[in-house]
């Protein structure tokens, strides 16, 4: 690590982005406590169908989700990091990045729902797939909202908004982003592998 980079590093301490975006973020955090709580209650009542239910999704679609998701985390940090460098233009490229990650997602979602639909897994299938759908879509409109905030951030960042010392609207981007992928990561292994 650099000298001039670790000059740039926040105070210890420092919370990255603004209360109004952790305020949101709590909020999605309460919204999926509830459908994780859905979740486990149903698994409690209907403990075949949650065993069963996995083998009957695209575990392929799951895991690649999983990897753009991943993916999008590891760009934004990224782009944070080349804004504190003052490289605007590579941050740019790491945010032109995020959103092919977010793109490839929302791809790969469509795909999965319509080989979900050719293989008849749906919602009325049972409560496994009830759930499965109400989490999966759910997350999708999280991620949809991510992308509108990171084209903000993309024209944010093109006109020069963002220096070394003044970045919070990206820092804000990055921490919803990140807890948007925790979520999924979530989601995931319940969904896709816990038989």
Same mark, same amino acid.
């Given at each position: 690590?650099?000298?001039?980079?670790?000059? /740039?590093?926040?105070?210890? @301490?420092?919370?990255?982005?603004?209360?109004?975006?952790?305020?949101? #973020?709590?909020?999605?955090?309460?919204?999926?406590?509830?459908?994780?709580?859905?979740?486990?209650?149903?698994?409690?009542?209907?403990?075949?169908?949650?065993?069963?239910?996995?083998?009957?999704?695209?575990?392929?679609?799951?895991?690649?989700?999983?990897?753009?998701?991943?993916?999008?985390?590891?760009?934004?940090?990224?782009? %944070?990091?080349?804004?504190? /460098?003052?490289?605007? %233009?590579?941050?740019?490229?790491?945010?032109?990045? %995020?959103?092919?990650? !977010?793109?490839?997602?929302?791809?790969?979602?469509?795909?999965?729902?319509?080989?979900?639909?050719?293989?008849?897994?749906?919602?009325?299938? @049972?409560?496994?797939?009830? %759930?499965?759908?109400?989490?999966?879509?759910?997350?999708?409109?999280?991620?949809?909202?991510?992308? #509108? @905030?990171?084209?903000? #951030?993309?024209?944010?960042?093109?006109?020069? !908004?963002?220096?070394?010392?003044?970045?919070?609207?990206?820092?804000?981007?990055?921490?919803?982003?990140?807890?948007?992928?925790?979520?999924?990561?979530? #989601?995931?292994?319940?969904?896709?592998?816990?038989?």
């Amino acid at each position: 690590m650099t000298s001039a980079y670790c000059n /740039q590093l926040p105070p210890a @301490g420092h919370i990255p982005g603004n209360r109004g975006m952790w305020a949101g #973020i709590l909020c999605e955090m309460t919204e999926f406590a509830v459908l994780f709580t859905v979740y486990f209650t149903a698994r409690v009542f209907f403990p075949q169908e949650f065993r069963s239910g996995p083998g009957n999704l695209n575990l392929l679609a799951g895991t690649l989700n999983t990897l753009w998701m991943i993916s999008g985390s590891y760009f934004v940090v990224n782009a %944070v990091i080349a804004i504190r /460098q003052n490289r605007p %233009v590579l941050s740019v490229r790491f945010l032109y990045l %995020v959103l092919a990650s !977010a793109v490839a997602y929302m791809v790969t979602k469509y795909l999965e729902f319509e080989w979900n639909v050719a293989h008849g897994v749906t919602a009325g299938n @049972g409560a496994f797939f009830t %759930v499965y759908y109400y989490l999966t879509l759910t997350h999708m409109v999280h991620v949809f909202w991510g992308m #509108i @905030g990171l084209g903000w #951030i993309i024209f944010r960042t093109h006109d020069d !908004a963002y220096s070394p010392t003044e970045h919070e609207g990206m820092e804000s981007f990055a921490s919803y982003w990140h807890a948007t992928d925790l979520v999924w990561l979530i #989601i995931f292994p319940l969904l896709y592998l816990l038989r």
